[in-house]
């Protein structure tokens, strides 16, 4: 079992920043890759970023260039700096793992609101 505890995050001014981390605990070995989720306000969840455990990071369109997801998952914690944030990026940000065996996205953190006021 993979748990996952997410932090940082709240009320941020557009055009400003904030940084959320990821803390990871239990059979990490299972697990590759890391990557946070967001969901919008009556919108579908949708991928972020994610960071493999070579290092490799990949980014939704609309957060390249001004997100970055970093960490180490053999180390236990993952972020996502977020840089340049627009109202749009406002919504629930969700840390998650993929079980590398069963290939499925089976772990989650409860979330932690993100608020870009304009």
């Known amino acids: 079992q993979v748990q996952l505890v997410e932090s940082g995050g709240g009320l941020v001014q557009a055009g400003g920043s904030t940084r959320l981390s990821c803390a990871v605990s239990?059979?990490?070995?299972?697990?590759?890759?890391m990557g946070w989720y967001r969901q919008a306000p009556e919108k579908q969840r949708e991928l972020v970023a994610t960071?493999?455990?070579?290092?490799?990071?990949a980014y939704a369109e609309s957060v390249k260039g001004r997100f970055t997801i970093a960490g180490d998952i053999a180390k236990n914690t993952v972020y996502l700096q977020m840089d340049s944030l627009k109202p749009e990026d406002t919504g629930v940000y969700y840390c998650?793992?993929?079980?590398?065996?069963?290939?499925?996205?089976?772990?989650w953190g409860q979330g932690t609101p993100v608020t870009v006021s304009s």
């Open positions: 998650a793992a993929k079980n590398f065996l069963s290939r499925s996205w089976e772990y």
């Open positions: 239990g059979s990490i070995f299972s697990i590759n890759p």
């Open positions: 960071i493999t455990r070579g290092g490799s990071t």
